[in-house]
């Protein structure tokens, strides 16, 4: 069946950059998503891209996706503490249902002040 | 706006023991789903309902019942728990096919379940 993986933990200092990364197999994924979890809380939607998108940015977050190696990417410009968090990667497509989604491990991003 | 709440808490069960989730939604939502959270492996699906009077199996449903008897509410039940149930679940519901961006899905606070 369809697998999103991502890398357990990341940490970085405060006002660097953060890259969280995403690999899938579903080669007919129509939506890719990015969830952020704070402690304690459900998930809530941070950005979208559509697969015919190479890119999106929006303020200090920047989503890559490289459909060919179904490599999907978070940066996050200037990592604030708040930031500390566990980020989800996603995908639906249209075959299965553009609702059902495939969530990837999390990833735990750290922010050291 | 609630937007998605859910009941209760936390909860300690005994292996055996049943007990219902309730999860309520003041969105006008069609859709709803129930996942559970286990550490090093993301959210799992395990039922979900795309109308009031409609559920269908995701992932990993067993061991766990669902119902939709209302548009606003969707229970999860499980009839006999067992420690391999221990574990976080959120509800969630989106939007369905009413032409607004329909693929978001707001998720609840979760609740917090032990077995032993």
């Known amino acids: 069946g369809e697998d999103v993986e991502q890398s357990l933990f990341l940490s970085v200092r405060e006002g660097d950059s953060s890259v969280i990364n995403c690999t899938y197999t579903?080669?007919?994924?129509?939506?890719l998503y990015w969830y952020k979890q704070e402690p304690g809380a459900g998930l809530q939607l941070l950005t979208y891209?559509?697969?015919?998108?190479d890119m999106k940015q929006d303020q200090r977050l920047t989503v890559l996706l490289n459909k060919k190696d179904k490599h999907l990417s978070l940066r996050i410009a200037d990592t604030q503490t708040g930031d500390s968090a566990i980020y989800f990667c996603?995908?639906?497509?249209?075959?299965?249902?553009?609702?059902?989604?495939?969530f990837g491990t999390g990833t735990r991003l750290k922010v050291l002040a | 706006n609630a937007g998605v709440t859910q009941t209760p808490k936390f909860r300690v069960l005994k292996t055996g023991q049943s007990m219902t989730l309730l999860c309520a939604q003041d969105?006008?939502?069609?859709?709803m789903y129930w996942y559970r959270q286990d550490p090093g492996m993301g959210l799992r699906l395990i039922h979900y309902?795309?109308?009031?009077?409609?559920?269908a199996k995701g992932e990993v449903p067993d061991g766990y019942n669902v119902s939709r008897l209302k548009k606003q509410n969707f229970l999860l039940g499980l009839e006999s728990a067992a420690p391999s149930q221990t574990s976080v679940y959120f509800c969630?519901?989106?939007?369905?096919?009413?032409?607004?961006?329909?693929?978001?899905?707001?998720f609840g606070p979760g609740t917090r379940l032990t077995v032993t």
């Open positions: 969630a519901s989106s939007y369905g096919s009413s032409g607004r961006f329909t693929y978001e899905q707001y």
């Open positions: 579903d080669s007919s994924s129509t939506y």
């Open positions: 891209i559509f697969s015919n998108m």
């Open positions: 996603a995908e639906s497509d249209s075959l299965t249902g553009t609702y059902k989604y495939i």
């Open positions: 969105m006008n939502h069609e859709y």
């Open positions: 309902s795309v109308g009031e009077g409609t559920t």
